[in-house]
């Protein structure tokens, strides 16, 4: 994560920045649902801390064999 970012960034597009192949990203109303690809590759803490730190709570959830990180504001 960017260490000079600031709450009021553009979260979606520092996710997708962050995320780039390893996973996919859906945004629903100022949520997030972020589906992992490559679970060894995925910038677990980066992702995390980016939403954590703008105060998403946050969910990690699976079906099937599929990751998910959930975040809700």
């Known amino acids: 994560m960017n260490p000079t970012a600031t709450p009021s960034g553009d979260i979606a597009n520092e996710l997708r920045q962050l995320i780039g192949e390893t996973g996919g990203l859906d945004e629903v109303m100022g949520s997030f649902r972020i589906k992992v690809y ?3 590759a995925f910038p677990w803490d ?3 801390k980016a939403l954590l730190y703008r105060g998403f709570q946050v969910f990690i959830t699976n079906k099937k064999a599929d990751l998910f990180i959930e975040a809700r504001a």
């Open 46 to 48: 980066e992702v995390f």
């Open 38 to 40: 490559h679970t060894r």
